[in-house]
């Protein structure tokens, strides 16, 4: 392995994350690890588990905020409801939903209805709607393209009934990402979307004030060049032809813009996203509207999509079938029959030689 | 009204309206802290983000961990620098831990906590540059430590696994644990040509996503038959043993005896079955560890999967081959290329050769249907080996 | 012995073998011919293919269909070129015209026949270059034509169709006899830049393997709902049905009166269905035309799938969809580039803008899953008008 | 479209194939044309026919040799039994069989043991061995790197009773072509041979005498470039970096050699080809034994690698199964496993990026 340059400073710290996990986990639970036999949907957002030796435990599912952002002060209420009824610990699931474990029904009910007072809903296992997750967007992030936080609260807002009330086909994520860097996961969700610059990045004076070297070296695609200009002065030049407009480089220097955001940037739609080890495999979600523009607050273009693909999901997939089997089954073609979305070109290409080895060029211009 | 005025002035008219509404709201969340709300707005209102990376800081005793984020808006808002912190595995988080975050999220930041990011790392926004190197002494006195940044292992997550899950192969929190007791280093020091992520799950369900979310992902499996435990089975009663029947894919199940039997040489993990039966169906019980490569959700060209690499017995192998991956990938990467993009590059039997291993059926999902390739005289007799003694039937 | 001795001696030997057997078999039928098979032979035991092309040659009325063969051995054999003969639709030859073949191969040839070729010609080997002239006289005057060589449309090849077979969904030896009235020249002239096929299936179970084998591929299909004909579906049983209901892979049938009904929006025309029913349940009534394009078994790269281009309501769209594919190929392909190799090159999205299409799911397999491409001005215009006026609902 | 040039002397002829059609099938087929309801298989190798008036006919079906090559003597033989029960017509099929059409089913049944009495087998339809076809291979043509004809005559041979007598899981359809132009059809059979050069050919000084230019157009990866040498003279050199041992210039010009084809020369087995022109569309054959010496004439090897193949999917497939379907049920890993074939690299780097880009470097070298 190449030798690593590591500072003697900082040589001497960091033991890493807490651990033994053992010692955050509720005190019930300990004897129960490793001896799962079976669990039960008892009612929305209420799981019983029962161990080897008919020990039960109840886990509560409390809708997460889009972005995760809560105040210290709601964190500490929700806190006091981990001590109260979670034996003093709490934990978030993979789609950043808040899970309890509560070690009896009762009391698994009480938390229920406490958690409702608050305004998180509980719910979201079996045919239900089961997390609306989004990364940072414009409220933290330097790349997005998109503000996937408010987004989601719009579609969480719309879709909400479904976590809890009304069932669905089958199990039903959604996830939103700023950029196509995905952070939000998007791609993997049955519902995704996410940020996209459509433009091509302009270098400005202000580039002089960045590190050049640092970056091209973010470029993915080796579009950007380091020059010399006739005074000597460095700068950068875009390749447009290379560049495949992921904003990277905008993100790293405050020198290179995009003129026109509020015009070229926007979002796709992509959906069919599942996650799966077994040997079919992970389907990634395929791009069904290729642009939406950004119309904070209400994005009424992009919940009147989500609506059309949901709706029709409802009406025509059989019980059990998540997006992408119901589109296995039915086909692209009549996807789009029966929702009604048109077809842009920007869906083809897919896996076509240029479409590889070419960038912008091989890609539906 | 001035420009900067009349953004903040429609910005918050735009924020108002997205503080409606039944979802849990990160807006009403946020406006109970001191995040600069109206920077957000002033940015939804240009439609433009106003955020850009603001440097490097280095804070002796964090290597990694910290996010500085300026604006190009200053006189809307300034920075939100923010301190990713690690949390312990499956992301259980004791009520004493939780309240030390959100101290010092009151002290230091502005009194915000990410909780979650979607690396299931805590996150504490807010914290003023010349604060950070306090905060870092102070949260380390406390026993906290954040990471999670940079061209690093970033946080190993996993799902919950045994402590929660009886499909679990693996107890997928204490393999978290272990692999930071060994290899802490990854995480700490961020040596590698760009970020690198493990996470794992106890299935092949795939709750943690380690297929596609990971540049190395472990998922806890089996490889003889699933087992038909006790007569729980026969209590389903007909309907529902018929529809267990049905739902494998490789029709590994028949009916007998009332009950089922399963052909374990057939079966090949899915899980259906025991989706489908209460309990009354369980994993196998040799256990095999999956590795999976590679996976990626921004490739160059689009999200890269994540390919097979092998299947393993234990967790010692498990470690062993993270530190053989890490090796190559180490040594092989160009700057800024993640593992995935680093196999499509230089092609998974590239990778194989690197690795030092044969390629197997398992490292493909399907097999080469073009014909032009060479081949070895060693392996023209390897083969002429193996095929000899064929008999002749006229 | 000399070399030569030795080589024919030892092919001998190996040919021996190969003559034992019960298959039908081609060197019991070449021993019956002058054809030399002591240089088959030859070449076997050098392992060693002994032939190479033998240049071109211009015979007036035969701008294809003469395939020039002489080998690198003339001490053993010299050379065995070969006419190719088109033949009727659906490769029915009436015994008179198979006498004539017969005829003209003992006249002018080794007095063996192949027949057939893979792409459906018979062709008569073993014909001496002075003879060629005459032969073409002679067999013009016959009333029988030779042709499918060089680039030009080779053989159009159909199944059997309504002929004979109940699933048709289209003539496909009509649609055969159709395309030669109307562009012989295409097969006529040897001026593409690389040969072209077309074949033609009655139904989607495809027995021309016009998907894969051709550069254009029609297939015979149908778009409204399959037909349950008459009370037949009853009297297969109950076994027998549920199997049918079981067939369906897009779940379109389900049981009802004793029988079965078909949701025709979800049918995808698989056949399945059909093939259980045994004449019970037919193809549906509102037929379509599927037109394939760029299928070919060497691709530089391994073989080419084709892609499904357009369904067509009508045989003169079909044809004017040919002559339209031709005009492209022809100008856009290069040098020995086959239409798939073309479109490979170009992508599906550039064939289609160069056939002034519009793209539609069904030139698909799947969508793309990367979020990298450009957007103009005009589309977000569009877009913004399809999706206008959804609603909100806090 | 480009213009055309063609002389004057050919315009004049060719009118193409024989046709109507309808004037070479039997007569009493006319009647029935586009009316056919239902078919039967009756006994190996005959099918009954139903029209929708009820007329029937029968069809029987022989095998043919393996790369089509009959004597006139005994094409003359069958013609007549055309003549005798066929109504004056035969065909032949996809895959190269003789089919003839009979009014009744007695005259079929004496059709069928005439055919075998020449020693044509009749059968091939339903869960059967329905076709070996095979190219011209050494037998006449320039490119061949494997003796496609006799391959499939050994392999006839061996599964001959699976044509007629034994019934197998499904289908089984079995192609082997010379070179990897396929004109065998292989990568869409069931089992497939194609053969391969694994060598790159050398420029010997023969090549003076063959078109240059045109030698260089054969190749299709553009490997052969035109030079001249010192002395004037032009002469032509393969880039072996780009060259993918086609052959395609080997049969173009005889001053192109493989040096040693004795040696590397063989050919592969691909398994699992099959057309179709449904959604689900073609599958081609995928590789499984990356080479197989040539040795004639009883190919030991070959006869053994596809012997385990079958008996393998004979034992192990479902009823209906073809070998696509076998595998795709049970999986690549299974699928070595059960049949016990080692796994070779060749088969891997499907789909890669190197594989599509990159020529004989990114496959597997
Ligand atoms: C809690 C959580 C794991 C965690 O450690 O955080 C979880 C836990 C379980 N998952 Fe999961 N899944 C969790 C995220 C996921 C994800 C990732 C995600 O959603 O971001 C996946 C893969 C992504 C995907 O869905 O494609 C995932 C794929 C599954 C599946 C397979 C679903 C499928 O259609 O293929 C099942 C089985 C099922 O639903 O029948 C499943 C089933 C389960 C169940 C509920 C078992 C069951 O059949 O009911 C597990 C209960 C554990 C327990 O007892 O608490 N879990 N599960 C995650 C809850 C997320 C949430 O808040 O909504
Ligand atoms: C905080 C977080 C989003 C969230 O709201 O939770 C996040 C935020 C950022 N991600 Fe991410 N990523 C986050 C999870 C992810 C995930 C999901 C996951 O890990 O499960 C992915 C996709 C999975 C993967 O790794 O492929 C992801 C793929 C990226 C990428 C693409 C990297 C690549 O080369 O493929 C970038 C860009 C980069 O690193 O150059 C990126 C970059 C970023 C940066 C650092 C953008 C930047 O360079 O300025 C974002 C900082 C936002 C901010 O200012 O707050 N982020 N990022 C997530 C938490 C990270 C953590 O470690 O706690
Ligand atoms: C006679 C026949 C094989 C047979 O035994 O029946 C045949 C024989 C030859 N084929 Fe073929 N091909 C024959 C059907 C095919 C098929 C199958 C089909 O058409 O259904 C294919 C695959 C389908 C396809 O087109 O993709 C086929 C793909 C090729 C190719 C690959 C072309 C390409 O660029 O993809 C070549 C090489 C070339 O043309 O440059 C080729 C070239 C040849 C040549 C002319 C080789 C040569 O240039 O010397 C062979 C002459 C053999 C000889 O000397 O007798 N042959 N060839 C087949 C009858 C042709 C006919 O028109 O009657
Ligand atoms: C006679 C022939 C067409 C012709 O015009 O020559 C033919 C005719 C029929 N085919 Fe075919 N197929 C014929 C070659 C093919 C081919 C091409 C080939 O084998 O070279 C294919 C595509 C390749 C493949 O098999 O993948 C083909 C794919 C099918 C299928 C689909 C099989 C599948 O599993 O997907 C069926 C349906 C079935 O077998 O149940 C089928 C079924 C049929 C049947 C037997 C209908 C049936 O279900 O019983 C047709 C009978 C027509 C009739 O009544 O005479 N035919 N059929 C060909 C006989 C070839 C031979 O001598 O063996
Ligand atoms: S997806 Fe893009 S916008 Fe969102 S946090 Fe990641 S880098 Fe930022
Ligand atoms: S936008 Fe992305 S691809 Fe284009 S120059 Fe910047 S970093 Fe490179
Ligand atoms: S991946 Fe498997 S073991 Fe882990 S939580 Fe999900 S279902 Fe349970
Ligand atoms: S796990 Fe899947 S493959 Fe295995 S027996 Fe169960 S349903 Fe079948
Ligand atoms: S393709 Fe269809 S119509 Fe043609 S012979 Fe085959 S089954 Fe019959
Ligand atoms: S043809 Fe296929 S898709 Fe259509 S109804 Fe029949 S089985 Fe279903
Ligand atoms: S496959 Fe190759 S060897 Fe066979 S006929 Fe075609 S070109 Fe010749
Ligand atoms: S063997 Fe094929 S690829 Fe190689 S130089 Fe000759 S024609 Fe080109």
Known sequence: MKSRN?????????????????????????ESVGKWVTHRLEEPGLIEHVDSEGRKVYTVKAAATPNGRYSTDTIRKINALARKYAGGSMRFTQALNMEFVVSDLAKARELKSELKKLGFPVGGWKEHLWSLTSCAGYFHCALAATDAPSVIQRLGNELSEYF????????????????PSSCGGSFLTDISINGIHTEIPVVTEGVKNCDLQGTAFTCPVGAIQLKTLQNGEKTIEIRENLCIGCGLCVGACGGIIFKTPEKTDGHAISIGGKASASRYGTTLGRIVVPFLPNEPPHYEK????VRTIVDTWIRDARKGERIADWVDRIGWEKFFEKTGLPFYPQSMDYLDIRAITTLRDGSGR | MTDVVEEVAKGREIVKEIEKGKWPNFIREAKKTRYPVDLYGASLYLKRDLFTTGGYVSVPGAPTGILMRVTSRPDIGESTNVVRVLIPSGNFISSEMMDKFCDFADKYGVGMLHALSTSHNVEIPGIPKEKIRDFVVEFREAGLEIGSTGDAFRNTTTCVGSTLCEYANLNTMAMRDAFYDRFNDYAKYPTFPHKVKLKISGCPLDCARSTQKADIGVVGSWEDTPEVYGSGIQKLGNEKIDAIVNSCPTLAISRSNGGISIRGDDCI???????????????GKKKKFLIYVGGKLRGKKGPLSSKLLMKVDTEEEVMNTIEKIVEVFTDHAARKERLGDLIFRIGMKGFLDLMEMEPKPLNLKDLRTNVFYPVSEAQRNEIAEHFSGGGSND
């Open chain 2, 269 to 283: 993990q899915c899980m259906k079955c025991l989706r489908k039966a209460e309990g009354a169906i369980r994993p």
């Open chain 1, 6 to 30: 590591i500072s003697q400073e900082v040589e001497a710290m960091i033991e890493g994350p807490p651990r033994p996990y053992l010692n955050y986990i509720p005190e019930y639970l300990k």
């Open chain 1, 302 to 305: 992009t919940v009147k999509a």
């Open chain 1, 164 to 179: 809890d009330e009304k069932e669905l086909p089958a199990k039903l994520t959604v996830a939103a990402s700023g950029c």
